[in-house]
């Protein structure tokens, strides 16, 4: 709510000097606050994400966003919602071990993609924003994979931890 709030002052039209420096203000705040409870909200991030891809099936079945009027193309949504589902896989995983710094810096990235998605003004620019953030997150997972598989090769080989 916070990185909204910034986002919001940062980026709206008619805002002063003052109000783009409590912007970055706000968002320097919540960025610190994101990294240094990463740990704790991880693990409800697949709940968030689960509640996004209702969300979205509501607006694939309605046409239109839930509070507004607007029509939402359906294809647009349709990938939204795939979209939501594969970021929401690979957040469970993510809950299940011990954070690194790779794993945190690809969450903040993946974190203000989504934000940006949020607060896109097309749903064109919504959906990259969106694919963006799941692209980041895959590439952690098959970084995190790839790191997982040489690791256990390595240790499988090494004759002082191999057992006959």
């Known amino acids: 709510m916070l990185t909204g709030f910034g986002w919001i002052l940062i980026n709206a039209p008619g805002t002063g000097k003052h109000s783009r420096v409590i912007g970055w203000v706000a968002l320097t ?23 996004a891809v209702i969300g979205s099936l509501v607006i694939l079945a309605r046409g239109h966003v839930l509070d507004l009027r607007v029509p939402y193309p359906r294809a647009v949504t349709a990938v939204l919602t795939l979209l939501l589902v594969g970021c929401s896989l690979i957040a469970g995983t993510l809950a299940k071990r011990r954070l690194q710094v790779v794993d945190r810096v690809a969450l903040l ?7 940006a998605a ?12 969106l694919g963006l953030g799941f692209a980041i997150l895959l ?10 598989e040489q690791f256990s090769l390595e240790r499988s080989s090494n004759p002082r931890t191999s057992r006959p």
């Open 29 to 51: 705040i919540s960025f610190v606050v994101i990294v240094t409870t990463m740990d704790r909200w991880i693990r409800y991030a697949q709940v968030f994400l689960g509640s």
């Open 109 to 115: 990235l993946f974190v203000t993609a989504f934000a």
């Open 118 to 129: 949020m607060g896109a003004s097309t749903p064109a620019v919504t959906a990259l924003c």
């Open 139 to 148: 590439a952690l997972w098959v970084y995190r994979r790839r790191a997982g």
